[in-house]
Structures are given as C-alpha cells and as structure tokens.
Nanobody, 127 residues
Framework: QVHLVEPGGGLVQAGGSLRPACAAS????????MGWFRQAAGQERDFVAA????????AYANSVKDRFTLSRDNAKNTVWLQMNSLKPEDTAVYYC????????????????????WGQGTQVTVSS
C-alpha cells in the first residue's frame, strides 16, 4: 500500500503563489508517474499536471500551462506543484495521484491510470 499526503494548500489572493507538496510513503519501490487533479465545488475532477519518473516528461492542462510547474525528488518520494499567478477559478480541492509505470519516461494523465490517491488539499484563491 502507498500513502500520499498533500501539505501546502491554503488561502491566497489572486496573483499569488502556493506550492503544495505530495509525499509518498509505504511501498514506494519501483518506478511511478505522479499527477495532480483538482475538483471545484459541484464539478467533476479534472486533470491538472503530471510528471514521469525521470522528470523528463511533463503534461499540463491548458488552463494552468505557463503558470504551474511540477517538480519531483525521487530520493524523498515527493513532488511539488508550484502554482503562480493564481486565479479565483483555480479554487478547488487538489488531489495528488501515483501510478506505477513500466518505463521511466512514461506519463499518465487520466484518472483510471493512477493506482493511489491522496486525501486532497484545499486551495482557495480570493479575488
């Protein structure tokens, strides 16, 4: 079993920044891709960003491209989502996900591709 914890959410004014983390523990052997999704109140959960095991492949939703950046440290089993120029429409619960992969460059972006999920962290952007 793998456990994911996501510290670092919070309340920020529009234009501000946050950097939530996702720390994995438990049976974290092997290689895996990491991703972030978000769910605003009353809406479906949407893909935000993902990164491959070796950090060479990344993917971002169009709505966050050029504002959000993923990074990871495999020695710490941790990924960070740097969120800049935040907008009120970024307000949502953000979920971290881990999906085991066969190659180090493989990336995942669909919910069903991920094996483990965190509990979520609230990000609120005030106008």
């Amino acid at each position: 079993q793998v456990h994911l914890v996501e510290p670092g959410g919070g309340l920020v004014q529009a234009g501000g920044s946050l950097r939530p983390a996702c720390a994995a523990s438990g049976r974290t052997f092997g290689i895996y891709a990491m991703g972030w999704f978000r769910q605003a109140a009353g809406q479906e959960r949407d893909f935000v960003a993902a990164v491959s095991w070796d950090d060479t492949s990344t993917a971002y939703a169009n709505s966050v491209k050029d504002r959000f950046t993923l990074s990871r440290d495999n020695a710490k089993n941790t990924v960070w989502l740097q969120m800049n120029s935040l907008k009120p429409e970024d307000t949502a619960v953000y979920y971290c996900a881990l999906g085991r992969t066969i190659t180090t460059t493989q990336i995942k972006s669909r919910e069903w591709e991920f094996d483990y999920w965190g509990q979520g962290t609230q990000v609120t952007v005030s106008s």
